[in-house]
C-alpha cells in the first residue's frame, strides 16, 4: 500500500465519478496505519493482495477486511438483515460475512475476485474498474437496504 500521501484521486477517476455526481475533490491519499484500521469496522479492499497485506500488517483487522467484490457476493448471499438501521445491518452482514467466507469461497470460488487498478491504463479500463466497483457496492447496499 504506497498511496502518494496528499495525492488527489486520479483525473480520469474524478471523472467517472463526477459524470455520476460525485466531487472528488476534496479527496487526499493516505497511507494505511493504526488511526484508520484500528477503529474500522470492516475494511475493503480491491485486491487480494490489498487484504493479505492489511491481514499481515494488522492481524486483528484480518476477519473483518474483505476485497470489495467479496465482500459485495457474501452480501448477495445474506439472507435478510433485520437491523434497526444501516449501520446495524452492515454490522449485521459484516459478522455473517466473517462466518460465511471460507465455505462460500470454497462451493463457488468468484472467478474475478480482484478489482485491478487502472492506473497508467487505458479509459476503457478505468470504466471497467469503475463499474465492477459500483456493481460491487450497489449488491452491498441492496442487501442492507439501502436502495431498493
Known amino acids: ?32 496505519d493504526d488511526s484508520l484500521v484500528v477503529p474500522a469496522a470492516l475494511i475493503l479492499t ?9 491481514a499481515t500488517r494488522f492481524p486483528a483487522a484480518a476477519r473483518r477486511t474483505f476485497t470489495l467484490v467479496e465482500f459485495a457476493r457474501l452480501a448477495v448471499h445474506c439472507p435478510n438483515l433485520n437491523g434497526s438501521d444501516a449501520t446495524q445491518r452492515l454490522g449485521d452482514l459484516r459478522d455473517w460475512a466473517m462466518v460465511h467466507r471460507g465455505p462460500l469461497a470454497v462451493l463457488a470460488p468468484e472467478r474475478h475476485p ?35
Open 1 to 32: 500500500m504506497a498511496a502518494e500521501v496528499g495525492a488527489p484521486i486520479d483525473p480520469q477517476m474524478a471523472s467517472l465519478l463526477a459524470t455520476d455526481g460525485i466531487d472528488a475533490g476534496r479527496f487526499a491519499a493516505r497511507q494505511l
Open 114 to 148: 480482484d478489482i485491478d487498478d487502472p492506473l497508467g491504463q487505458s479509459p476503457a479500463a478505468y470504466r471497467t474498474a469503475y463499474e465492477r466497483i459500483c456493481d460491487a457496492l450497489d449488491a452491498i447496499l441492496r442487501s442492507v437496504a439501502l436502495v431498493p
Open 46 to 54: 480491491m485486491t487480494r493482495e490489498q487484504r493479505s497485506v492489511v
